[in-house]
Structures are given as structure tokens and as C-alpha cells.
């Protein structure tokens, strides 16, 4: 019998994330501090539209880019709060999730042999979606002395005649590092330089705790190379909504929307109405839940202080990413140890990148109260390895 399976496919590793969220959901009492979740129900107002959307019977496709009311508001969204304007028309497109428009934006660029420099540690997503659109990914790793940033020589470091996009996942999963204008300037320097594209991945922008989140997209010379991703899954926590949306010029648009059309339709339609008011409600929502991170990220980052556990403090997303290095275990081995010994779940650094090593990453998208119970049983399992390290 033929080979039924693209070999490209085959070869694409699955995500990393998945097999221990999978293992601690048949662990009795155990603790999950693994997925990128909000704990927060979708609030209410939010819902209430979705749910009145079906009461009246909008349950129809709607167009390919999606509502045009929803459009509107994602313009009036941009423009308030990244300075930012796009035409609703023409620049728009709503996705299913973030994640959609990571791939439609690489297949209606990409050809192939075309480099995409991805940093990493980041998104399981990028990696995967570049070799599926038939792109060189280029690797660009970033460190843990630099709080996860890109810099300028860093990414010149790894420019070559063949390279066409940059993707820039930040504020960053799984670090949490932010970008500040700063940073982002002497990047779009490089960029307009060497005629290249960025693919900004903006989905955790409203949670920064540092300053307020700088698009690179609104840099003079920038917006006309920019694909601007961003959603609701995380701001809002509307994750099981599916719903995203992505942003760029014309010319790019016109062909990832073409794509959208034949592999997807359009966005489920009770999601789009309750979007919008999500957008023009969800404001406050919005600043409850990330004063709730915050408190939660400066708690772990206090426990870690006391436990003696290396971390850079990240300023961005709902992760953070100490360093297990001193216990000489790989990621994978310190976090499987960890989900047996002391039932709790958190994702190697691996899952990330190759470069990730000796890292773990923590979320704290969860309650203070499951927070302060899973630090306790960390604390409790690096002393035992402590122990064994001293007893050699």
C-alpha cells in the first residue's frame, strides 16, 4: 500500500505542552500550572451577547473578513490604544484565533526557500506553521541575560539575502518578556534597512505591567510591514470562543483572505457579536483580571526570591520562566520528577525551542489560592534535590 502521509507533516514534532497537561487530568489531586488559560469565565455582558446573538437567530455566515461591525471596532480598538489605524474594508480579517492568522499571514507570503527568522523560546505555533508554508525557519535564540528581548545584533546576526519575515511573538510566551519602544525602534531600523517583514504576534498586549504595550506597526515606516495578530482569547478570556484577528496591507490581505475563504469560510458568527461587545464593553474586564495576574506575578516572583530559584522578572503574558540549571536535569526530567513526586504540572522550556533548556515555564493564569499550594510543593521538591546534590 501507498504511503498515505506527507512526510513533511510526519516529521513536525507535536506540541510539547499537551503531553503533561494530558497526564495531570487523570492525576487525582493534582495541579495543573501548565496551559496558557485564563481562569476567568468570559464575563458576563460578553456572554449575554453571544447568547442573545443566537436568541435572534443570527446564526449565519458572515462575510469572509468577517462583521463588518466587529471590523469597526477593532479599528476604533487599535487606534485608541496602539495608535494604529487600518482600513476595516480592506485590512482587516477575523480569524479563528491567533493561531489561524499565524499561518494565513506565512502562506500568503512565503515562497518557498523564503527564511523566516523565528525567535525562540516562543509559541509552539511559529515553527510548524513556517514548514508547513514552505519556509527555511532560521532559529534566533534569544538569553535569559538580555530578559528574553531581541536586540539589534542579534538579529542582523542572522539576516541573509534569502530571509523575508521576522515574526516577533511578544509580549512573549512562554517568558514573558516584554518589548519596549526603545527596542522595538533600533528592530524597525533593521527591517526597513534589509526590506524585510514582521509578523507581530500581539495576542497578550493588553497584559503588561511594566508599561503600556508599543505595537511595532505604529513605527514611522512600519505599518506597510507589519502583520498585526491579535485576538481575545487571553484579554478577554474568551479561548473556547476561537476568535482572532489579524491586521496588514492590502496587497497581503487581499491574498490571505482568499485563503481564508476556502479553508475556513468565515469565523463562527455568536462569536463575532459577542467580540464586539467585548470591545466596546470589556475595557474594565480587561483591567480586573490584569491587576489579578499582576498580584499573582509579583507573588510567584516573591516566592522564588525566597525559595532561592533563579528568575529574571518578566514583565508581560501570564508565564514566568525560572531557571533549573543549578540541579543539573534537564527540563524534561525536572518537570516529569516533579509531576510524580509532587503532582504538579509545568512545561519544559524545550517545548519552546532547543535553547529553552534548563528553563521551565509556570503560569500563573490560575487562583492564588492553587498558586500558593503548587509553590509550596516546589519549594519542598528543589530542597530534596538540594539534599541529593549534597549527598552526591
Same mark, same amino acid.
Given at each position: 500500500?501507498?504511503?498515505?502521509?506527507?512526510?513533511?507533516?510526519?516529521?513536525?514534532?507535536?506540541?510539547?505542552?499537551?503531553?503533561?497537561?494530558?497526564?495531570?487530568?487523570?492525576?487525582?489531586?493534582?495541579?495543573?500550572?501548565?496551559?496558557?488559560?485564563?481562569?476567568?469565565?468570559?464575563?458576563?455582558?460578553?456572554?449575554?451577547?453571544?447568547?442573545?446573538?443566537?436568541?435572534?437567530?443570527?446564526?449565519?455566515?458572515?462575510?469572509?473578513?468577517?462583521?463588518?461591525?466587529?471590523?469597526?471596532?477593532?479599528?476604533?480598538?487599535?487606534?485608541?490604544?496602539?495608535?494604529?489605524?487600518?482600513?476595516?474594508?480592506?485590512?482587516?480579517?477575523?480569524?479563528?484565533?491567533?493561531?489561524?492568522?499565524?499561518?494565513?499571514?506565512?502562506?500568503?507570503?512565503?515562497?518557498?526557500?523564503?527564511?523566516?527568522?523565528?525567535?525562540?523560546?516562543?509559541?509552539?505555533?511559529?515553527?510548524?506553521?513556517?514548514?508547513?508554508?514552505?519556509?527555511?525557519?532560521?532559529?534566533?535564540?534569544?538569553?535569559?541575560?538580555?530578559?528574553?528581548?531581541?536586540?539589534?545584533?542579534?538579529?542582523?546576526?542572522?539576516?541573509?539575502?534569502?530571509?523575508?519575515?521576522?515574526?516577533?511573538?511578544?509580549?512573549?510566551?512562554?517568558?514573558?518578556?516584554?518589548?519596549?519602544?526603545?527596542?522595538?525602534?533600533?528592530?524597525?531600523?533593521?527591517?526597513?534597512?534589509?526590506?524585510?517583514?514582521?509578523?507581530?504576534?500581539?495576542?497578550?498586549?493588553?497584559?503588561?505591567?511594566?508599561?503600556?504595550?508599543?505595537?511595532?506597526?505604529?513605527?514611522?515606516g512600519m505599518k506597510e510591514r507589519t502583520i498585526l495578530i491579535n485576538g481575545f482569547s487571553k484579554s478577554y478570556a474568551m479561548t473556547g470562543w476561537r476568535l482572532?484577528?489579524?491586521?496588514?496591507?492590502?496587497?497581503?490581505?487581499?491574498?490571505?483572505?482568499?485563503?481564508?475563504?476556502?479553508?475556513?469560510?468565515?469565523?463562527?458568527?455568536?462569536?463575532?457579536?459577542?467580540?464586539?461587545?467585548?470591545?466596546?464593553?470589556?475595557?474594565?474586564?480587561?483591567?480586573?483580571?490584569?491587576?489579578?495576574?499582576?498580584?499573582?506575578?509579583?507573588?510567584?516572583?516573591?516566592?522564588?526570591?525566597?525559595?532561592?530559584?533563579?528568575?529574571?522578572?518578566?514583565?508581560?503574558? +501570564?508565564?514566568? +520562566?525560572?531557571?533549573?540549571?543549578? +540541579?543539573?536535569?534537564?527540563?524534561?526530567?525536572?518537570?516529569?520528577?516533579?509531576?510524580?513526586?509532587?503532582?504538579?504540572?509545568?512545561?519544559?522550556?524545550?517545548?519552546?525551542?532547543?535553547?529553552?533548556?534548563?528553563?521551565?515555564?509556570?503560569?500563573?493564569?490560575?487562583?492564588?489560592?492553587?498558586?500558593?499550594?503548587?509553590?509550596?510543593?516546589?519549594?519542598?521538591?528543589?530542597?530534596?534535590?538540594?539534599?541529593?546534590?549534597?549527598?552526591?
Open positions: 500500500m501507498r504511503n498515505p502521509l506527507s512526510d513533511k507533516v510526519v516529521e513536525i514534532e507535536p506540541s510539547g505542552i499537551r503531553k503533561f497537561f494530558d497526564i495531570v487530568s487523570e492525576m487525582k489531586d493534582a495541579i495543573s500550572l501548565g496551559v496558557g488559560e485564563p481562569d476567568f469565565d468570559t464575563p458576563w455582558h460578553i456572554r449575554d451577547e453571544g447568547i442573545y446573538s443566537l436568541e435572534r437567530g443570527k446564526t449565519f455566515y458572515t462575510s469572509n473578513a468577517g462583521l463588518m461591525e466587529l471590523r469597526k471596532e477593532i479599528k476604533a480598538y487599535l487606534e485608541r490604544r496602539v495608535n494604529v489605524s487600518y482600513d476595516p474594508k480592506k485590512e482587516i480579517l477575523i480569524t479563528v484565533g491567533g493561531s489561524e492568522a499565524i499561518d494565513l499571514a506565512l502562506r500568503a507570503m512565503i515562497n518557498p526557500g523564503d527564511e523566516v527568522l523565528i525567535p525562540q523560546p516562543s509559541y509552539v505555533s511559529y515553527l510548524p506553521c513556517a514548514v508547513l508554508a514552505d519556509a527555511v525557519p532560521v532559529i534566533i535564540n534569544l538569553k535569559e541575560e538580555n530578559e528574553f528581548r531581541l536586540t539589534k545584533e542579534e538579529l542582523l546576526a542572522h539576516i541573509t539575502p534569502k530571509t523575508k519575515i521576522l515574526i516577533l511573538p511578544f509580549p512573549n510566551n512562554p517568558t514573558g518578556a516584554i518589548m519596549e519602544r526603545k527596542d522595538l525602534e533600533e528592530i524597525a531600523e533593521v527591517i526597513i534597512e534589509h526590506d524585510l517583514f514582521v509578523i507581530s504576534d500581539e495576542i497578550y498586549s493588553e497584559l503588561t505591567y511594566k508599561e503600556d504595550h508599543v505595537s511595532i506597526a505604529s513605527l514611522p482572532g484577528y489579524v491586521c496588514a496591507p492590502h496587497i497581503i490581505m487581499e491574498q490571505m483572505v482568499k485563503i481564508h475563504q476556502f479553508a475556513i469560510m468565515c469565523a463562527p458568527t455568536n462569536s463575532q457579536y459577542a467580540a464586539v461587545d467585548a470591545l466596546k464593553n470589556g475595557d474594565e474586564d480587561v483591567k480586573v483580571m490584569r491587576e489579578a495576574y499582576n498580584q499573582r506575578r509579583r507573588y510567584l516572583m516573591h516566592r522564588f526570591k525566597e525559595m532561592g530559584l533563579q528568575c529574571f522578572e518578566p514583565y508581560g503574558a +501570564f508565564y514566568v +520562566f525560572p531557571s533549573i540549571k543549578e +540541579f543539573g536535569m534537564t527540563s524534561d526530567q525536572f518537570a516529569t520528577r516533579f509531576l510524580e513526586e509532587e503532582k504538579v504540572a509545568v512545561v519544559p522550556g524545550t517545548a519552546f525551542g532547543a535553547c529553552g533548556e534548563g528553563f521551565l515555564r509556570i503560569s500563573y493564569a490560575y487562583s492564588l489560592e492553587n498558586l500558593k499550594v503548587a509553590l509550596e510543593r516546589l519549594e519542598r521538591f528543589i530542597q530534596k534535590l538540594r539534599k541529593e546534590k549534597e549527598n552526591g
